[in-house]
């Protein structure tokens, strides 16, 4: 089972989100700093894109009544205000005992990986276990 959420990165959601999380690295925020860096001009927060994940756990797969007991994230390339981030989750293993479940999450911008990790999740819910 896999389900997604894509989402086109606007500079609004890289300002709330400067905002929401106090993150106000130049890189993110500040044009003429971020085009002397290596990636030429602002990216995205990581942890913006990653927030995509959620949103396919929470929403879609499990779905609602989940609880994110880990995460981890390997960061692959930078995602620019502009891009279209499509996050994928799938089931690897399921746990109906323990009401836990383990699943693939990637995030991609066209056909390149920007974003892989895995979540561990516990179902609050039967239906979701």
Do not use: W
Not at 4 to 22: A, C
């Amino acid at each position: 089972m896999s389900a997604r959420v894509t989402k086109t990165v606007t500079e609004t959601d890289v300002i709330l989100f400067s905002g929401i999380s106090t993150d106000i690295n130049p890189v993110h925020v500040d044009d003429v700093f971020a085009k002397t860096t290596s990636f030429g001009g602002r990216i995205a927060h990581g942890m913006l894109s990653a927030g995509f994940i959620s949103a396919v756990l929470g929403n879609k797969l499990p779905g609602p009544g989940v609880i994110y007991l880990g995460q981890t994230l390997k960061f692959k390339a930078p995602v620019y205000i502009g891009d279209t981030v499509t996050a994928t989750v799938t089931v690897r293993e399921v746990n109906v005992g323990k009401r836990r479940c383990i699943l693939d999450s990637v995030c991609t911008v066209k056909d390149k990986v920007v974003i892989e990790g895995e979540s561990t999740m516990y179902c609050t819910t039967a239906s979701t276990a």
